[in-house]
C-alpha cells in the first residue's frame, strides 16, 4: 500500500479524464456497465466470500443482506450507470464571462474536482454508483469501503478497470484501497497533496470519525433528524397523512420523519388522529410533559432523544407555542438536512422557510422528497447536511469547482 | 473564556442577522465607519499599547509597521466599509425555480452560510475588513487574531460592538477570542456545533497549522507559488514586462510570480532580456543546469526553490521543451493560485487555459491580476487556494450558502 503513489495516480488519472468528451466519458460508462453484466458471476463468486465470512464472524442478517448481490442487483448498477450516461455533462459549462475596463477577459468555468475520496460502509453497489457519478463530472476517485466487503469491492473495482483499460480510458480513474488497516484509513484523510475533497457515506459514527480525523476538505452527508411541524391552521387530515408516510414509508433513510413538533392549541387533536394512523406500524412516541399528559403510557422524551436520529419506528413528540419556538426548537435539534411544517398560514409558512436553518424545508409535503430523483437531479452521490460547497442532493454539478481563465494583450498591474 | 457559550451567541446573532434588509445592514455597516473615525484617538491608544509590547519583545521593524494603526489607516478601514456598503446584497437571491411533475415547487435560495471563523495574524484593520464583509452577506464572525495585536483589535471591537447595538442590531454579529491561549484556538476550530466555516488569513504556516488541526470546514487562501511559463511565440517585449510588472510590483503578496518556466528554444534570448530589466530591482535568479549555462553565476535551482512561495526578489527557473512539459510541471509544483503563459500561439494558450490546475488561469497578463476588485467583485475576504466551495477571489457570494425551499399541497412519497 503506497498511499502516495496511488495519490500521484488519481492525480495524473484525473487531469486525463478532465480532458475527456461527454462522448468519451458516456462510452467508458457503457463499457463498465456491460462489463458489470457480463462479469456477474465473478462477482457473485467474490461476494460469496465477503458473505460467509460474515456469516462466520455472527454479523447480523439485516447486515449481511446489504452485503449481498445477487444478479438483480448487478443488474441495477449496470442500469445507475446507464442513467449516468443519460444526464448532462457539467464540464466545460461557461459560469461567466465579461470584459475588464482594462480588457482583461475573465471567464468562469466548470472543471472538475480534481481526485474525489470516497469512505464508505458495507454495501458494495456504492463502488459502481461513486465510480459513474465522480468519472461523468470529469473526477478520479480513491475508494475505501468496508473490509467486509472487501472481496466484492476488488472484483468489481477490477472489472471497472479492465472496462476502462479496454476503452483506452486510464484504469487509475478508479482505485480502491485494499488494506482494511487503520492506519491507512487516516492516512488517507491526510492525503491533502492529491485528493480534493472526502465524502464519507454511511452512519453517523463514520462520518464523525472522517470528520475528526479528516485534513482533507470534506462534504458530510446523510445525518437526518429530521422534524415535521404541525402549525395551528394545518389541515389535520393532510398532518397526519404526511407524517405517517415520512416515518414509515421507509425507515432507514436519512430523509425520514424522526421527530414531530406539534402547535399546542392542536396537539390533544392531532395525537388522537396520529395514533391510530400510526398503530399499524407500531411506531413509539416519545413525547414531553404535555404529550404524555395526553397519551398515557407514552414514553417520555428525554433532551437526548429530540437530538436522535432513530431510523427506527420511534417518534419524538415537542409541544411549542408557535412558529418561533418551533423553528428555535428545530434549528437547535436538526441535523440541517430536511424539515417541514404543515400549514395553511401564509405568514407562517414563510417564516419558517425563512428561518429554518437546513438544506431542504418544506412547506405542506413529505421529508422523504429530499432525493437527486425526486428533485429532477438524478442519481446523487449523498445529501450534504454542511454549509460549504453544496447543500442538500448532490448530484453531477456538486461533483464540480471551478476556474477562471482571463485573456489579455499583455496587461500589466500599475 | 466560554467559547460554547461565544458560539450558541454567535449562532443566535447570525439567525438575527440573516434577517437584516439590505438597508438594516447598510446603516449598520455606515454607523460602524463613523464610529471608528470618531473613535481613532482610542484605537490609537490601543495600538500604542501593541506597539511598546512588540517593540520591547524585539519585533522586526517590517512587522511593527503592520501592526501600527494611524489616522489614515483608520480612514482606510472605515472607507473600506463604505465600499462594502456600496456593493449588491447577495442575500435571498433566486438561483433557481422548478416545479416537479408531482406539483412540489421547489427554490434554491441564496442564503447566509451562519457563523464564519477567522483566524488571522498582525494586521488589526482584518478586524473591521472581515466584520464588514460576513456582516453584508449575512453572517456573524468569531475573530481570532495574532495576540501581538490584541489590544488594537480588542479596541476596534468594541467600537464595532457598540456602534451595531446603537443601531439596534445584535452586537455579537462580531466576537472577538481575547485570549492568547492556544488550547483555545485549538477548541476554537473544533466548535463544529456553532462554527460553520473557518477562514485563515496569513502566513503558510498559520494556513497550515489550521488546516491540520481544524474540524470546523476551512476554506484555504492565499499561498501563491505563481508560475508564468514563456512560450516559444511569446513576444518576448511583453514576456519581459508582464515579468517584472508580476514579480517586482508588490514583492510581499499571493498573486506575485515566484517561479520562471522558459521554453528552451528561447531560453536564452529571453534571459538575455530579462537579466538587466531586473537588474534594477535586485531579483536574484536560481536557475536549472540550461539556465545556469547561460547565465554565468546563477544560483542553482533545488526541487525545494521550485515550491518556494519566495515573497522576495527572488526568482526560480525552469526550461522545458514545450506547453506539455510546462503545464507539467506548474500542476506538480504550483499551490493552484493564479498562473500564466505568454505566447502568440492560440492553440497553447487553450491547452495552457485548460489543463493549468489554477484558481485564475493568465494569457498574456500578469499574475498581479488576482484580486477581488481587480476581478470587479469588490472587497474580498482572500484567494481561495482549494477547490471546495470557492475558488479565487472569495467577495460577498462566497461567502453565502443556499437552501432548497419546497412547497406543496400534501404531496407524500410513494
Known sequence: ??????????????????????????????????????????????????????????????????????????????????????????????????????????????????????????????????????????????????????????????????????????????????????????????????????????????????????????????????????DESARLDMAVAIIVNAKTQRIGVCNACESLVIHEKVLSEVLSRLAPALAPYHVELRGDEAVCQILPGCVPATDEDYGTEYLDYILSVKAVADTAEAIQHINRYGTKHSEAIITEDKANAEQFMNEVDAACVYVNASTRYTDGFEFGFGAEIGISTQKLHARGPMGLKELTSYKYTVAGTGQVRP
Chains 1, 2 share one sequence.
Not at 463468486?45 to 448481490?69: C, F, P, T, Y
Not at 445477487?70 to 470584459?99: C, H, Q, T, Y
Not at 433528524?225 to 404541525?230: A, D, L, S, T
Open 1 to 230: 500500500m503506497d498511499l502516495m503513489l496511488m495519490g500521484e495516480k488519481a492525480q495524473t488519472a484525473g487531469y486525463q479524464v478532465q480532458k475527456l468528451t461527454a462522448e468519451e466519458k458516456n462510452m467508458g460508462l457503457g463499457a463498465v456497465a456491460d462489463a458489470l453484466v457480463n462479469n456477474a458471476d465473478a462477482i457473485l463468486a467474490a461476494n460469496d466470500k465477503d458473505i460467509i465470512k460474515a456469516k462466520e464472524s455472527g454479523m447480523h442478517e439485516g447486515l449481511v443482506d446489504r452485503l449481498r448481490l445477487n444478479g438483480n442487483r448487478i443488474k441495477a448498477m449496470a442500469e445507475g450507470l446507464r442513467e449516468i450516461i443519460r444526464l448532462a455533462d457539467p464540464i466545460g459549462e461557461e459560469l461567466e464571462s465579461f470584459i475588464r475596463p482594462n480588457g482583461l477577459h475573465i471567464r468562469k468555468r466548470r472543471v472538475p474536482l480534481g481526485v474525489i475520496g470516497i469512505i464508505y460502509e458495507s454495501r458494495p453497489n456504492v463502488t459502481a454508483d461513486a465510480f459513474g457519478l465522480c468519472f461523468k463530472a470529469g473526477n478520479a476517485v480513491i475508494l475505501k469501503g468496508g473490509s467486509d466487503a472487501l472481496a466484492s469491492n476488488m472484483e468489481i473495482t477490477r472489472i471497472i478497470r479492465e472496462a476502462l483499460a479496454d476503452a483506452c480510458i486510464t484504469p487509475d480513474a478508479i482505485q480502491l484501497i485494499e488494506s482494511a488497516d487503520r492506519s491507512i484509513t487516516n492516512a488517507f484523510m491526510k492525503l491533502n497533496r492529491y485528493v480534493n475533497v472526502l465524502i464519507p457515506r454511511g452512519g453517523a459514527g463514520l462520518i464523525r470519525a472522517v470528520v475528526e480525523n479528516s485534513t482533507v476538505p470534506v462534504i458530510e452527508t446523510g445525518t437526518g433528524n429530521c422534524h415535521i411541524f404541525v
